[in-house]
């Protein structure tokens, strides 16, 4: 029984003793005496951890001008609220939002190259995580004191800083701290191996050419003859049905219709004439590659006109 009753009276005196600090921290802001208050509600959140603790040290450290630390208090109370549901989530928001860009920004650099394990920084007489050198850090504004060691010497720099200020402050260290690049070494005794280069072979290369040159004239003449047909077929209709047989006696249609016939007949001339003159050269350059000492197929294409028309030859010696 006596154990149970303790157990309910260590809540009651800790509530009692933090209702005391939270009215002795009051006076003191009151009083404009920030670091007693300020110090007398952070008591009060150690003792009874909340919401409502949390803001009254965040408003202590924003009147007192500590706007780093106010803007710490207001997010760990936001954090809370929102964790929480509580409905005065949005306002503590509201504050951590208006107050943020006022609060100073501070960032910390090292010389490019330069390892930070063997550099000791202090802020304002705490120690500097290494971890945060190049990020930027929320301080209080003001004057900030960075002391360092770098090698054998020791440094000290004052930045001041005003509200919504930012400052970056790169560190002055020995040369010999500053690491030189270095290149990946290559073992001699174990060279990179390149891919080999295949060797040229002008006599293939232009054989290929001569074929490709060929098979474009081969395609030119085959849509030649295509438009030939086509348009002599598209002719002999318009003159049966257009013309009455006879080409002086066609109508507005069958002279159109004759017209386009003799257009299309007139552009399968020309496709042929450049069918030709591919595959000519295309012959032309497979018969001038240089020879080769090989047992290599010879094989030749060759153009051929007769009277009914033209095509192509292909022939070769095995």
Known sequence: ???????????????TKADTLFKKGKKLL???????????????????????AKLNVAKCFEEWGKLAKAYRWYEDAAKMASSTNDKRSSKIKELVDALDPDVPRL????????????????????????STFGKEQRVDPGPHVIEYKAGDGKKTKTVPLERG?????????????????????????????????????PNNTRKIVGIGAAGVGVIALGVSGYLALDARSKYNDAL???????????????????????????????????????????????????KQESNAHA???APSVGRDGGGIVFGGGF
């Open 299 to 301: 094989l030749y294409v």
């Open 107 to 130: 960032t910390i650099k090292l010389p490019d190259g330069v390892d930070a394990v063997g550099i000791k920084v202090t802020l304002d007489g705490a120690a500097f995580d290494a």
């Open 165 to 201: 200020g930012t400052t970056e402050v790169t560190l002055e260290v020995p040369k010999g701290l500053v690491k030189p690049k270095v290149e990946p070494k290559v073992d001699p005794k174990e060279p990179i191996e390149q891919p080999p280069i295949p060797a040229t072979q």
């Open 30 to 52: 009151a009083e404009k005496k920030y670091a007693e208050a300020c110090a007398a509600f952070e008591k009060v959140d150690g003792l009874d951890p909340g919401i409502g």
């Open 240 to 290: 049966s049905t257009h013309c009455s047989g006879a080409k002086d006696m066609c109508d507005d249609e069958g002279i159109k219709l004759t017209a386009d016939s003799r257009s299309r007949a007139n552009t399968a001339t020309v496709i042929a004439v450049v069918g030709a003159v591919f595959v000519t050269a295309g012959v032309v350059l497979w018969v001038t590659a240089p």
């Open 1 to 15: 029984m006596l154990i149970a009753l303790l157990a309910c009276a260590q809540p009651a005196l800790a509530e």
